[in-house]
């Protein structure tokens, strides 16, 4: 049986043409955000796939698991030997596999790997399991499937495994996973802790037009705060285009899902992230994080700056109809933050809730550098909303940043001493439809003019808690 996917077909199968192509590009509207100090990897992503149309994201069609008679060989791992109990490890199993145009079946039981599967080269294969339990032993750390690689590798699916943790010293990366083309992963689970110094997951799509899709990824136990673990990670090898959806990561140390070194584009699609250090969603140029939800509450001894979401480097990024809350963190630079070797992003359409004292909702920060081929107004917060009980500091941050926009704010803190939008040595800005209700100043700009245009400003000075008619927001 010869290969027989072509792109098309598998974006098509996956119902994956929604969910990549309304992400290729930038807004409409006017088209179209940290403590680093690596000097970030260049940015030269190949163009976006033809194929990729414009199409609403939730016009999804195809499930999981893939179709077994579209592979010429399936093997069965408990009819090839493998224990279903978890007693014997199943690597001799898979390491005797032809992983060409297979398609390898856990059924139900608990799998044991001593050590890592590791396949570089390949042409159309899948790993399936939705009842299928996967254990290790301690002290390894894996990739307990190293998929792909340097090696030339296409067509990957993995559906439906889990993989259980929650042994003492047993936190290995689950999947490491990097093909040129056709990465699919779905319903895939981890449960437990994970304890180890090693990070966890890893995807990539490594050559120019390739596409991937990783839905409802589900990491909710975190990482142990001894180590600077990071949740999932998207590599400096990525080129293509890869999209994560409904997914669910918790409680890592050092990033949730940590996509900014990524050349290729990143979008980030729904789904719910909670509680990591550094930051919980991470992308840099091209990227769109649409539709997501990011909540800080539980501050860990060990997990560090607990951004929401932070735009890294880069261009083409937006960030749309999300939802952040910022409610308890060991330490934070914001919600939504601009690295400095951000160049442009859009934030639009997005509510931010603050009750962490002195945390902004958005912080741009001063930049290295500006191209001279950025748009005219490089930062733009469209239709935000800001509300919630932190005090002191400023909710809007802006520092350095020439042409910056804010349209359609709506800024309601009322916590003492709680500034609303502070800009700082930023030439040529915008603030127009905005109404801003804070106990402190509603807008400091320091060596800033700023275009004003329909703003409203209220003070309300040291009287407590505010009531809800009381901001004032259309």
Known sequence: MGRDWTRRELVERLGAAGLLGSLAGCPSDDPGPGPDEQTPTPRTPGPTPESETPFDVERRTGEWPPDAERYETVVDVAEAGGDTGGSESVLPVLESLDPDDTLVRFPPGEYRLDGSWRVEEFERLAVV???????????????????????????????????????ANTGPRPIYAAVEDGLTVSDVTVRGEMDLDQDGMRFGVTRDGGAGVVRRLRMPDGGDPRFTNTGCYVGEDHRGHVAFADCRIDGFPDNGLYASPAVGRVDVVGGVYRNSGVSNVRVSGPATVRGVTVRCNEAR???????????????????????????????????????????????????????????????????????????????QLRRLTVDGPAARGAAVKVSYRDGTL?????????????????????????????????????????????????????????????????????
């Open 406 to 474: 804010i349209e359609d704010l709506c800024l309601c803190q009322s916590g003492l001493d709680r500034d609303g939008v502070h800009v700082l040595a930023s030439a040529d800005g915008v603030l127009r439809r905005a109404n801003i209700t804070v106990t402190g100043r509603p807008l400091v700009t320091r060596r800033a003019p700023l275009a004003r245009r329909d703003v409203s400003l209220h003070s309300l000075g040291r009287i407590g808690a505010l009531g809800g008619p009381s901001c004032g927001c259309r």
């Open 129 to 167: 399991g939705p009842e299928a339990t996967i254990t290790t032993d301690p002290g390894i750390t894996g990739p307990l499937f190293g998929l792909g690689g340097d090696g030339d590798a296409r067509d990957l699916a993995i559906s439906g495994l889990t993989f259980d943790f929650r042994r």
């Open 301 to 379: 001894r060990g997990v560090p700056n607990m951004r929401g979401i932070r735009l890294r480097e880069g261009s083409e990024v937006l960030v749309e109809n999300c939802r952040v809350v910022m409610e308890r963190v060991t330490a934070s630079d914001g919600g939504i933050t601009c690295a400095k070797w951000l160049d442009e992003a859009t934030i639009r359409d997005t509510h931010v809730t603050v009750a962490a004292d002195d945390v902004p909702a958005v912080w741009a920060k001063e930049p290295n550098a500006v191209g001279a081929d950025v748009r005219s107004h490089p930062i």
